[in-house]
């Protein structure tokens, strides 16, 4: 067998799912958090390196300790944490797993949205707090709850996630908007809506495109300023695509009915970070620690492809290569 030395630079992303497939092929390390400046260190003598959220960058790849370095295996879908001109350059490929974490992210995102809708952990809370014991009749209706039946969900981002929400969402009765690329020149393609009009029809937005230079700060103050004040905001997608300060002020001052947010600028996030410190004062804003993808079948599936990806490369089929 093959021996290829393999290092895990963040095993701890992949909570309690085994990694035994790996060992049984491979020689492996695993650390199960790297900070910056040991990642060069930990990378000596490997030829294979698993990665989920440690950047891999020119001056990685350009040191003695990459040299034997011939795999990056992203274990997520997005690989904006590798360089991958640099990777090209010094001949390490570069592979990641598509589509790995759609149920899971789909399903949270619907659950999100069933939460502003409902409501139900508040009333729940309510309970908790005795305050339904209290109630002169049998319910209790403190919360504004909505019917998401007849109403308009506007997808941005219409990969497998978005094609799943919107399928989850019409079982509900809901309608879908479907936003263009906001790169998008000339006609508009069939099926689709510029970004600023669904942001104006719909009821409810639900962001699940990539971070690129044309969707950072997509959600700003000006297109946050087209949004119904009864609307809410969904972001399971990257924290980047929102001016989180713009977004805090139109909460604040009611001009959004509410935002559920798996996803901020920085993660993990300090204490004082302006939508944590938002989260503790505003009764309209959701923040979950990005963790949408993270049900253990996800998982498991992921670390399956980041297997297969791994064993294809090396017998000479390589699978999912990105760079």
């Not at 274990?75 to 001949?91: L, S």
């Not at 937005?205 to 609307?231: D, E, F, G, W, Y």
């Not at 001052?253 to 204490?271: C, M, T």
Request: hydrophobic share 45%; charged share 20%; proline share 5%.
């Amino acid at each position: 067998m093959n021996r290829h030395k393999l290092v895990f630079l963040d095993a701890v992303t992949y909570g309690n799912v085994s990694l035994k497939r790996f060992f049984d092929r491979w020689e492996c390390t695993v650390h199960q958090v790297t900070r910056p400046a040991e990642t060069l260190r930990r990378l000596g003598g490997h030829s294979i390196v698993v990665t989920n959220k440690v950047v891999i960058d020119e001056a990685v790849l350009s040191s003695a300790e990459a040299r034997e370095l011939k795999l990056i295996a992203v274990a997520a879908t997005g690989t904006d944490i590798i360089d991958a001109d640099a990777a090209g350059k010094f001949g390490v490929k570069v592979c990641n797993v598509p589509g790995y974490a759609t149920q899971s992210v789909s399903q949270f995102t619907v659950a999100l949205i069933l939460e502003l809708a409902t409501r139900a952990s508040r009333y729940r809370q309510s309970v908790k707090d005795g305050d339904w014991q209290k109630s002169p009749v049998f319910a209790l209706v403190n919360q504004a709850g909505i019917e998401l039946s007849g109403k308009e969900l506007g997808i941005v981002g219409y990969g497998n996630i978005g094609k799943s929400v919107a399928q989850i969402a019409r079982s509900f009765g809901m309608k879908v908007l479907v936003a263009a690329r906001p790169e998008t020149e000339g006609p508009i393609p069939a099926g689709r809506v510029p970004v600023e009009q669904l942001l104006r029809e719909s009821d409810i937005v639900s962001l699940h495109c990539p971070l690129t230079p044309q969707t950072r700060n997509l959600i700003n103050q000006q297109t946050l300023a087209l949004m119904k004040p009864t609307a809410f905001l969904i972001n399971t997608a990257r924290g980047a695509l929102i001016d989180e300060g713009a977004l805090i002020h139109a909460l604040r001052e009611k001009r959004l009915a509410g935002a559920a947010l798996d996803v901020i600028s920085r993660e993990p996030p300090p204490l004082d970070h302006p939508l944590i410190l938002a989260g503790r004062e505003l009764d309209n804003l959701i923040i979950t620690p990005h963790t949408a993808w993270s049900a253990r079948e996800a998982r498991e599936r992921l670390l399956s492809e980041v297997a297969e990806n791994i064993e294809c490369f090396f017998i000479g089929t390589p699978r999912n290569v990105v760079a």
